[in-house]
Every structure is written in C-alpha cells, then in structure tokens.
C-alpha cells in the first residue's frame, strides 16, 4: 500500500475533525502482516493544550454544564447504541491494529456498550446526603460534583474496553475528556470519536488527542488545567505518571501491569483447570493485563498437569487473527515482540526448562506477522526473572508447591497484585485462599472474568484506585459540604461555630 492509500485519521478536538499541528502523522501497522494500514495524526503539545482548553470550555460553559444527569445518562445510553450498532466494524478496526483474535474482540466490543449502560444509568444516582450535625440551627448537606478535565490514556490491548472503563464513570459523574489511546491502536478511539459525535455529546466533552505518550500524552499529564489522570499501561509509566501529576495535586486511577499466579491444588478438577491455565496465558497471546503467567501447581498434581497442558497448547492453532479458528495471534508491536523473545532467552539462560515452543514462530499461517510460540517454562523458581517481571505475551512459568502455606507465599512473593486464580473442590480452602491472596481480584475455578458491574484494580504495583461497579464513579468525584444557618442572628464572629 502507498501512503495515499492507506487510511488517513484526524483528531476529534472541541467537537472538529482537525489535522494535528505538527502536520504529521505515524503508520498504524497490522500485526499480522507488519504492514502499515493507517495514518494516525502525530500530536504535540500544542494539540495537547487546544484539547485540554477544549475540554475546560465545555466543562465551563455551553450545554453540558447545564444538562441535568438524568440527560446526562440518556446520552450515555445513546452512544452505548451506537457502540453496539458498530460492534463488528470496531472489533475488525482493533483487530487490524493490535492483532488480536476477532472472536475475543468481538464479544469485546459488544460487552462495551453495557459500560455506557450502567454508568448512564448510575448518571442520576448520585446523591449527596443531609448530615444531622451537632451544631443547633444549622443545616448541612453534601453534594458529589465532578472534578473537571480528565485525560484517559489507554495501552494497547484492549483499546475501546479500557476507553471504556474510564470515559463511562467520568462522562456519567459530569467531567469532560481529552483521550489519548496508544499510538498502536489509536484508529479505534477515532472510530469511536466519530459515534460520540453522532450520538449529540456538546463540543469538547470528549476530545481524542492522538499521537507519542512522550509527546502528546506528557504535555496532557502536566497540564495546569487537568484535574486527573485515568490512566492504564505499564508500571514505569504509571509511576511517571503519579510523580507528574503530584506536582499539580491531580487526582489519578492507575490500572498497571500483572504477574498473577494461576494455581491449581491436587483437589481440582484437572480438566477444567488446564482449559483455566490456557485461557490465563495464551487466550489473547497473553497480552492481557490479568494474564495468569505463573503457573503454581501442587507437587502431587505436576506432572500430570504439565503433560495434559502440553497435549492442548501444543495443538493451539496460530494464524490470521481475522479467522475465527485462530486460537493465536501474533504480538502487537514489534518492540512488544522484541521484548517476549528477550525473555525467552532470560528464562534459558536462568536455567527454566522450556517444555514447549521458546522461539519466534516461523509456520506459514504466520506470514510476516509478529509470531511467538506458545511458551512453557517448567521448573521455575520464584526467584526467576521471568517469574518477577511481567513478559506480556504468551509465556507461562510453571512453579512447584507443596501446601497451602507455600502457595500463599509464592503467590503474594511479587511485586503486582492485579489478579489471581485458584482451583481447588475444597469450599475452605477456596475461601482462606481468597483472602490470603495480595490482588485485586481472585478467581475461583474460573479465569479472566470481569463485569462492569464488579470493581477491578490493582493492590501493590498493580495500580490505585477501582475501576467498574457503583464505586467507579466516585473517582469521578469531588464531595463538597453546604452549611445554612437558621439561626435569627448571626453569633459572637470572634467564635468557632
Ligand atoms: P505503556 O507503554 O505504559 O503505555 C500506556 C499508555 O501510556 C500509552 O497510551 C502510551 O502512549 C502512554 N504514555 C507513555 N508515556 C507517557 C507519558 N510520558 N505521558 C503520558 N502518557 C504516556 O503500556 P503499554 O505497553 O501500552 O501497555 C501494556 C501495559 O499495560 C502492560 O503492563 C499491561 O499489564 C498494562 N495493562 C494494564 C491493565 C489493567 O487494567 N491493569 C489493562 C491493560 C494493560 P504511547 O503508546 O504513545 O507510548
């Protein structure tokens, strides 16, 4: 394809479709192919700046602060109908941009609009209360009220699910947006920009900034006129990310990495825990934040495990990610790539047995696209890199314990808390180990399950704050407190009331 060919993008700023200011643009590619299919505008801080303001103007003045919440919600509701009009065409947008299976995409991208739904729904729910204060005539009550201009930055693997979490508690609590999506995958949100404007959202309630995070998404995370950062990606960047915004007391969520122990006891159901281990690892080539990447098995039920976990990962067929056959498609970007095959050479070298795969795939069905093999690491120790860092892509650790107690420490021995599974029949132990667990979320003889209706986050360096559920939406919030005096005269000035 010639550059003219390829699929040119514009910004979506204060409710126009705008060439960035830089005038330049970066190649999306498709990672099946390694081909360029796109033009993403390259944004910089002067785009950066004229999103924020449009933001800040339609915070400030125009019809969104005036539309009471139960119109609010109706919106939201609105667009939730257009997400799920366009479900198909936005999965095969992702799918093009990040490569990952059109089956798991699709029932992505037709589970978002239930976000724009709940929260919509939740719009006119949020009520202050009448506090009975200590003090004689007085009365007191609490109103929640936005914060302002929220910048949504999202990574790549799940880019209009992410959006998602974020842009539905903070639409539906008041705020307006500027987002900023991955420069892989960022055809999406302007995809989904598009649906915003047709569903009737006030100019600059939502903006799509596009472009480098060092870039554009810096000058949007320091900005005087940023009240929070929502933000998911990588640890360092979510560090970085606290550090800029506590300069400017910006509030922030931050959903990070993961390095989520799947553990299976000698009382499981075996079957069902090796259909549980696959789909925590090589279910969307482990690009996934919660993938389960290490594999803690009871010492009695190892090696049968192993075997029966190879027999089904060593069938996974790989492939276009477009065919709804593929079980595995290729890594996002190439630095990604990079990444996954460098930890591969780590874990050999740190003397972790590769049971299957540990190489760059070269079938045909791969083409030019950026293949891993499905990866199986047996006797890994805790101590192991490749047991501590997250690899994000289809690479699983197998670890050995021999009780309960020695599951638990393994589990918590990382620094991430994101996720955890546990298969066991036992009733007790399920519950003693659900709370013992340091993660946000612990699955019990299940994996990868979320809802926007149950909140998700990260304990320890997996992130701060709660995204999803009713709560979700009071980090869209700030609570203020009225007091009014009834009493006939106003007291002695010179005393605390
Ligand atoms: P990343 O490199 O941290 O990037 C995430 C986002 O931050 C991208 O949009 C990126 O833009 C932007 N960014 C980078 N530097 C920035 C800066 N200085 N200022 C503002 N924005 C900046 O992460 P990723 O590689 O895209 O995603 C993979 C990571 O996300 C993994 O660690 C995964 O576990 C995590 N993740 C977490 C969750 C969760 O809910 N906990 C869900 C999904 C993924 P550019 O693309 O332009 O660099």
Redesign the pocket.
């Known amino acids: 394809m010639t550059m003219s060919q390829l699929e040119k993008y514009q910004m979506y700023i204060g409710g126009k479709w705008v060439d960035p200011l830089s005038v330049a643009w970066l190649e999306s590619d498709n990672p099946y192919d390694g081909k360029p299919w796109a033009l993403i505008p390259r944004g910089n801080e002067e785009d950066a700046n004229r999103a924020v303001a449009a933001a800040k103007a339609a915070y400030t003045s125009g019809d969104w602060p005036g539309m009471n919440a139960t119109s609010r919600g109706a919106l939201l509701r609105r667009l939730g109908d257009l997400v799920a009009r366009d479900a198909e065409r936005l999965a095969a947008v992702e799918v093009r941009d990040n490569g990952k299976l059109i089956n798991e995409m699709s029932v992505q991208l037709k589970y978002v609009p239930q976000w724009y739904y709940y929260f919509g729904g939740l719009a006119d729910k949020v009520e202050g209360a009448v506090i009975p204060t200590d003090k004689a005539n007085m009365f007191n009550y609490t109103r929640h009220e936005p914060l302002g201009v929220v910048v949504a ?6 880019p209009l699910l ?1 959006t998602a ?1 974020k842009l539905a508690p903070a639409l539906a609590a008041g705020n307006t947006v500027v987002l ?5 995958t960022s055809a999406s949100a302007l995809e989904f920009a598009k649906l915003v404007e047709e569903a009737g959202f006030p100019p600059g309630v939502v903006n799509v900034a596009t ?4 870039e554009v ?2 000058a ?2 320091s900005h005087p006129d940023v009240a929070k950062v929502a ?8 560090k ?2 606290y550090e ?1 915004a506590a300069s400017g007391l910006k509030r922030v969520t931050l ?4 390095k989520s122990p799947n553990i299976v006891f000698e009382d499981a159901d075996l079957e069902d825990a090796v259909k549980g281990a696959i789909s925590g690892i090589f279910a969307a080539t482990g ?4 993938a389960g990447s290490r594999l803690l098995l009871h010492e009695r039920v190892h090696d049968e495990f192993v075997d029966r976990l190879l027999e089904t990962a060593k069938t996974a067929r790989m492939g276009d990610p477009m065919d709804v056959e593929t079980q595995v498609g290729p890594v996002t ?1 190439p630095p ?1 790539y990079e990444k996954v095959l460098n930890y591969i050479d780590i874990a050999k070298d740190e003397g972790a047995t590769c049971v299957l795969g540990g190489h760059a795939a070269q079938r045909p069905e791969c083409g030019d696209g950026w293949f891993v093999e499905p990866t199986i690491f047996d006797d890994v120790t805790n101590d192991m890199r490749i047991a501590q860092e ?1 690899v ?1 892509g289809p690479v699983l650790s197998v670890i050995r314990f021999g009780d309960e107690e020695e599951a638990v420490e393994i589990a918590n021995d990382v620094m991430y808390g ?1 996720a955890a599974g546990v298969w066991t029949q036992n009733v007790r132990r399920a519950i003693t180990m659900a709370d013992r667990l340091q993660a946000g979320t612990v699955w019990v003889n299940t994996y990868r399950a979320i809802s926007f209706m149950s909140p ?3 304990y320890k360096m ?2 701060l704050g709660r ?1 999803n559920g009713a709560d979700a939406i009071r980090e869209y919030l700030q609570t203020k407190s009225v007091w009014i005096s009834t009493a006939s005269e106003v007291p002695n000035p010179f005393v605390l009331r």
Request: glycine share 22%; proline share 2%; charged share 15%.
């Open positions: 930055i999202t990574a790549w693997n799940s992410l979490y900023k999506p991955s420069e892989y472009g480098y995070g060092r998404g810096e949007l995370i933000f998911t990606g990588g640890s360092a960047t979510g970085h990310i800029t959903e990070l990495g993961g690009q996934t934040c919660v970007t990604q997250e994000f994101l998700f986050g990260g997996s992130g995204e």
